[in-house]
């Protein structure tokens, strides 16, 4: 993989769970990566209080650390979707990479 696809997604779990540290008020938090014959794939999820509606509340999530993440990401070919974190609570932040 190129060297700008490692450097985003350091950057985006670096950001993640700078978040969750910040905001999610969370007791479990894990990050795993998963290599497959078609690409790279990274996430962060939390139990904590979720952000927006991907997460089950208001409005779609679009922090500045979240757009942060997505053009990152999306700028070495990948894509961020946000979700609802570990057991139903908190917030998942994926990224796939082609």
């Not at 089950?56 to 070919?77: F, K, N, Q, T, Y």
Request: proline content about 2%.
């Amino acid at each position: 993989m190129a060297p700008d696809v490692y450097l985003a997604a350091y950057r985006m779990a670096q950001e993640a769970l700078t978040n969750v540290v910040k905001h999610a008020h969370a007791s479990t938090v894990e990050l795993w990566t998963t290599w497959t014959v078609d690409g790279f794939r990274l996430a962060v999820a939390d139990d904590g209080v979720g952000i927006g509606a991907a997460c089950g509340g208001g409005d779609e999530p679009d922090g500045h650390g979240l757009i942060g993440m997505r053009e990152r990401v999306a700028a070495a070919g990948g894509e961020v979707t946000v979700g609802v974190g570990l057991e139903g609570r908190g917030c998942t932040v994926e990224a796939v990479f082609a």
